[in-house]
């Protein structure tokens, strides 16, 4: 991947499977059309989406070569797209989505790279979740339920990638996104733009993203773009160690 | 002697009281009045049955969307909110903020909270996130029309 | 040796005026909770970085120390000892008391305490949280049973009061294992992750739990005048001076622990020489106020002729106990975590950074109401059940207590 293959082909891959995750959505329609339909479909005039398949596993490659420092589209995607705000220097704001710059002391080597929360296969915030508010789809997507969260922040404490945030504020109603209620009181994370992915589209990060090094995909399906690039180029885990077997996937490590 | 008078007097006033009280509901309609759009046609379920089971249906929905993915249609939180918002004397869609709206008129009455508005817009998606959809290029068509040409093979 | 005899708590004005100033404080505390609630946790020092604070400080010392509390009972009901056998009552009790101030202080602080209801409910087994739900509601039917079983008129049902103080032993030792491994289990911090943390909880809940106990038992004998023994409180104090030893040793175990391996040697630093509030309240607070002075205070020859020297060691281990349970919980949350092993990092979300924290004033109302709430309900036991002997005179409790306080009379005349 560091190599640098075609923009061109990662781009291609990407659309063929959009427009297949599209098609199995709605299939009568022509893509275009499905499109609208689709940034219609969750108003409530559609017929739902789903259920989920549990074949699945959705995941993300980084490729942290082409991610430069100073760079935030994704995080100011997610931000649009999410209804979160960060004030400079408030440690009490939430973060879905960061820019983590990492240097070796050592050796000067610079690099930097997009954390959020890593949809583990085995998610210590799923373990210690008192009520099972923190849970893992069938698909590999890890949420809150907010429904049953009691705001008890032991997630917060268990989860390694420090990808959760709480609401400490009273959320305003002008900054609720009808496809990502957040309120007070309760634990939120990165949600994968699960309400994108179940409706065929890819996560609002990996589309700001023109450098493309974000890429999103299924890694069970081995023809999917994803997985062919994760059999071909060494990738990494944070801390792989603790042998959570995140989702989220890094094409080179500091 | 007089504790027990007392409790006496307090249990025929309860008593008394219910009987007035199911009298009534039988006599007529209790509760508020609250007129609803049809226009965008009938609701999901029929309107005794709403007023009873509304909760159930949500729950089930909540569920479904958390677990299993599913999302839109005509059952969802946000499809609701298309027929059942209420507009104030500007026009513009109450939120759940004042007493008018839908959901509160009923819920105030009978002193029950509910618990879906601390975190999901209590608006229709058109009035809603103003702040954030309101930006330049943000809007759910052109980030759409954007899509397709991008799936298309053109440029985004 | 007499019969012992349990009456309920004398005097009126003095009730009352404890009963209002300890709900006073009570009540501060459920206003900061609500406060807290209407205007979020912003209004705190909690952060996103510090995620648990002041009222998880207050909280975790009581529900240990709530069930070192009832130690005092199983001494009397399962190991046989007679000096404690009077005061099984009030150790059952107070340990029920405390449990309930330091779960207040916990369920109070939480994001949405209205859906506490939630939490009875629904349950993920898998996680130590939801079984510590189980253990602690368990506690209390437990605890219950063993007063009925020790305050019951039919001596048929008091035979079984060894079976019910075991069973309320075993339960107890479960549930301080339940709460040290919240912390024990959590993989993905530094200053966790260790198993030593479940014994160690059980140890500190010894030393934490008798201290209590005996602020209150002394508190309680002379605020009514009724007769308390030398002997026996210099008994207990023994006792206590060997917890605070069990306790350090576990302490000082962890720490070895963790600081061997090169990989947490960043965090031990931080914590035990970063000349920060952490290290100062490890060594100023645990190790000379919590465990030294108190060590010698309990085995102090003073101490064998004045109760003294035993209240004020026992208030010194509180003062230490809560200063250890700050650095383990505040400490452990302030140095940054590791994402990239041996990496600088850096970004807008305190990566790499020690995080702060300032406890604010509602918060450390809402950790001390959870004291006042312990005391509340014993108090408020004492005055309406037979808990408390009316006399526990050394030569009421035990003739052996006599004997030996007869000698400690003899050295001090020689002296």
Avoid at chain 1, 89 to 112: A, C, L, Y
Avoid at chain 1, 117 to 133: F, K, L, N
Avoid at chain 3, 225 to 230: A, D, I, K, T, V
Wanted: proline residues 5%; charged residues 20%; contains cysteine.
């Amino acid at each position: 991947m560091s190599q640098g293959t075609p923009d061109k082909d990662h781009d291609a891959a990407r659309r063929a499977f959009l427009r297949n995750a599209a098609a199995a959505t709605v299939i009568t329609l022509a893509p275009g059309v499905t499109l609208l339909t689709m940034g219609r479909a969750e108003a409530g005039i559609a017929k739902p989406s789903g259920p989920l398949d549990p074949k699945k596993r959705w995941g993300m490659l980084i490729d942290t070569t082409k991610c430069a420092s100073g760079c935030d589209k994704c995080v100011a995607a997610c931000k649009k797209e999410n209804g979160w705000e960060a004030r400079e220097g408030s440690p009490t704001d939430p973060q879905w989505i960061r820019k983590v710059d990492v240097k070796d002391p050592g050796t000067g080597f610079e690099m930097s790279l997009p954390v959020m929360c890593q949809h583990c296969e085995h998610p210590p915030c799923v373990d210690v979740c008192p009520t099972g508010a923190s849970m893992k789809r069938a698909d590999g997507i890890v949420l809150v339920n907010r429904h049953i969260c009691i705001g008890c922040r032991y997630c917060m404490m268990a989860c390694p990638y420090k990808a959760r945030s709480f609401e400490h504020h009273e959320v305003e109603e002008s900054d609720k996104a009808p496809w990502a209620p957040r309120g007070q009181g309760t634990v939120e994370a990165c949600t994968m733009c699960v309400h994108r992915v179940d409706t065929g589209r890819i996560p609002a990060c990996v589309e700001a993203c023109d450098k493309g090094a974000m890429l999103f995909g299924d890694l069970n399906d081995a023809n999917s773009d994803i997985a062919k690039r994760l059999a071909e180029y060494p990738s990494a885990q944070i801390r792989a160690d603790l042998g959570t077997n995140p989702g989220v996937r890094y094409a080179q490590l500091p | 002697m007089t504790f027990r008078l007392i409790r006496l007097v307090a249990v025929l006033a309860l008593a008394l009281g219910g009987v007035l009280g199911s009298a009534a509901g039988q006599a007529g309609e209790i509760g508020p009045k609250i007129a609803i759009d049809k226009s965008k046609g009938q609701c999901v379920r029929p309107r005794d049955e709403m007023r009873r089971t509304h909760m159930q249906l949500l729950k089930h929905r909540r569920d479904e969307t958390m677990y299993r993915g599913v999302r839109g249609g005509k059952v969802s939180l946000r499809a609701c909110m298309e027929c059942h918002a209420v507009k104030g004397e500007d026009g513009k869609f109450l939120t759940v903020k004042s007493p008018k709206h839908f959901c509160r008129v009923c819920h105030d009455y009978a002193a029950v909270k509910p618990d879906c508005w601390d975190c999901h817009v209590s608006v229709p998606d058109a009035a809603a996130g103003q702040a954030m959809l309101k930006l330049p290029g943000h809007s759910m068509h052109a980030e759409a029309s954007g899509l397709v040409k991008y799936l298309q093979g053109g440029k985004k | 040796m007499k019969r012992i005899h349990y009456s309920e708590l004398e005097g009126r004005a003095g009730f009352y005026i404890a009963l209002i100033v300890l709900g006073a404080i009570a009540g501060a505390g459920v206003l900061a909770a609500w406060y807290m609630e209407h205007y979020g946790h912003v209004v705190t020092g909690m952060t996103n970085q510090i995620v648990w604070g002041m009222p998880h400080v207050f909280a975790v010392f009581l529900i240990v120390a709530a069930s070192g509390v009832l130690n005092v009972a199983s001494i009397g009901s399962v190991f046989e000892k007679k000096p404690y056998k009077p005061l099984g009552r009030l150790s059952a009790l107070m340990a029920m008391a405390v449990l309930a101030g330091g779960l207040a202080a916990l369920v109070l602080d939480l994001g949405r305490p209205d859906r506490l209801v939630v939490a009875m409910t629904k349950y993920n087994f898998k996680s130590i949280f939801a079984w510590n739900i189980y253990l602690y509601n368990g506690f209390f039917g437990v605890v219950l049973l063993y007063l009925y079983v020790q305050m019951t008129r039919s001596w048929k049902i008091a035979s079984y009061k060894k079976a019910a103080g075991t069973l309320a032993f075993v339960w107890r030792l479960i549930l301080t294992t339940g709460t040290g491994s919240i912390f024990g289990w959590l993989v993905a911090r530094q200053a966790y992750d260790l198993a030593i943390y479940a014994p160690m909880f059980i140890a500190l809940s010894f030393s934490f739990g008798l201290a209590l106990f005996l602020l209150m038992l002394v508190a309680l004998y002379k605020s009514v005048e009724r007769p308390l023994g030398h002997g026996l409180v210099n008994r207990m104090g023994r006792l206590l001076g060997v917890f605070v030893a069990a306790a350090a040793y576990f302490v000082a175990i962890q720490h070895l622990t963790n600081f061997y391996a090169a990989e947490h040697q960043g965090v031990e630093n931080f914590l035990l020489f970063g000349g920060n509030v952490y290290s100062f309240l490890f060594w100023a607070g645990f190790v000379l106020a919590g465990t030294i002075i108190p060590f010698a205070l309990l085995f102090s020859k003073s101490a064998k002729t004045s109760m003294k020297p035993v209240v004020i060691a026992s208030a010194l281990v509180v003062i230490g106990g809560l200063s250890l349970i700050y650095v383990i919980i505040i400490g452990g949350q302030a140095y940054p975590l590791v994402l990239f092993p041996g990496k600088e990092v850096s970004s807008s979300f305190f990566d790499g950074v020690v995080n702060p924290y300032t406890p604010s004033f509602p918060e450390i109302m809402l950790g001390l109401s959870g004291f006042a709430i312990a005391a509340l309900l014993t108090v408020f036991a004492a005055k309406n059940l037979r808990l408390m002997p009316t006399s526990l005179a050394d030569e009421d409790v035990d003739p052996h207590l006599v004997q030996k306080s007869a000698q400690v009379v003899e050295l001090k005349k020689a002296a």
